[in-house]
């Protein structure tokens, strides 16, 4: 009769735990132990106890995770500075990568801007942005 507490204890636990993460940590381990619960009020002995709460655990592990995971992680934000690649701008300052500088001007913000092939080009030249890493950048002449 004690394993039945236990098994209650760690229910509420892990479940505690999970609604604190929100990470979908420990919910499986929190229904292996409603497993494991249902096992202690049945009457089995503590190792079939303790089996079920692995099996039923580790099943739910690998029958949700992946498509938990899947259905999670398909948060991919997107900025309005995606907008900017493939468009052409006028070089602002003139760009040198080997001295760091070079900026474009769009819609009143400036961008710092680096040669995508290491080349000097001039203010005033028109660019296509081809990528963008961090807060800069990265074009090639037009």
Do not use: H
């Amino acid at each position: 009769m004690l394993y039945v507490f236990v098994w209650l204890f760690a229910v509420i636990a892990l479940s505690i735990v999970e609604a604190a993460t929100c990470q979908l940590i420990s919910i499986w381990f929190a229904i292996g132990g409603v497993a494991a619960f249902i096992a202690a009020v049945t009457g089995a002995g503590f190792y079939v106890q303790a089996g079920v709460f692995a099996i039923v655990s580790v099943i739910c592990l690998l029958l949700t995770r992946p498509l938990a995971k899947k259905i999670l992680n398909n948060k991919i934000i997107s900025t309005n500075s995606d907008s900017l690649i493939g468009k052409t701008f006028q070089v602002f300052q003139t760009i040198d990568n080997r001295s760091r500088t070079g900026q474009i001007k769009i819609n009143d913000v400036i961008w710092n801007a680096r040669s995508d092939d290491e080349s000097i080009i001039n203010e005033g030249c028109d660019v296509c942005v081809e990528k963008i890493e961090g807060t800069k950048l990265i074009v090639k002449r037009c």
